[in-house]
């Protein structure tokens, strides 16, 4: 798969990081997942399709850059993201979820989108007002 040939470039540049709790929550939900179904890089993005044991897809997406603590960088727009998925997955809806404090996972500078079957309907109305 052609994300794996990128792991040894940036482990040049990563800095090991402790081991916390949310770590540890990081990985058990990582490894739900099993690998990516699909891995697109460019100069600036970095982004995988995964589909978890529930049948649901996810599409993570990041900065292919380092900043100075060994993290991924950070500052996806709204708008990057959205070309992002549209240049990925397609015309497809998509949801990025806000959890609860107690469930918050922030490990690393990587926005994660669920791509939904349907549109949602709580979606916005197209200009015509029509669902």
Same mark, same amino acid.
């Given at each position: 798969?052609?994300? +794996?040939?990128?792991?040894? *470039? +940036?482990?040049?540049?990563?800095?090991?990081?402790?081991?916390?709790? @949310?770590?540890?929550?990081?990985?058990? &939900?990582?490894?739900?997942?099993?690998? =990516?179904?699909?891995?697109?890089?460019?100069?600036?993005?970095? &982004?995988?399709?995964?589909?978890?044991?529930?049948?649901?897809?996810?599409?993570?997406?990041?900065?292919?850059? /380092?900043?100075?603590?060994?993290?991924?960088?950070?500052?996806?727009?709204?708008? @990057?993201?959205?070309? *992002?998925?549209?240049?990925? /997955?397609?015309?497809?809806?998509?949801? @990025?979820?806000?959890?609860?404090?107690?469930?918050? *996972?922030?490990? &690393?500078? /990587?926005?994660?989108?669920?791509?939904?079957?349907?549109? =949602? =309907?709580? &979606?916005?109305?197209?200009?015509?007002?029509?669902?």
């Amino acid at each position: 798969m052609s994300g +794996l040939t990128l792991q040894p *470039v +940036l482990s040049r540049h990563m800095k090991p990081q402790p081991v916390t709790e @949310e770590n540890k929550r990081f990985m058990r &939900a990582a490894s739900r997942s099993g690998p =990516p179904l699909k891995v697109w890089r460019s100069r600036d993005y970095f &982004a995988q399709l995964y589909r978890d044991r529930n049948g649901y897809l996810r599409l993570s997406v990041n900065r292919v850059g /380092i900043d100075l603590n060994g993290r991924w960088k950070d500052g996806i727009t709204w708008d @990057e993201l959205q070309r *992002v998925k549209q240049e990925t /997955i397609g015309d497809a809806w998509a949801v @990025e979820i806000y959890p609860p404090k107690t469930d918050l *996972v922030d490990v &690393a500078n /990587i926005r994660h989108l669920w791509i939904l079957d349907q549109r =949602p =309907p709580y &979606a916005w109305h197209d200009k015509k007002g029509q669902q």
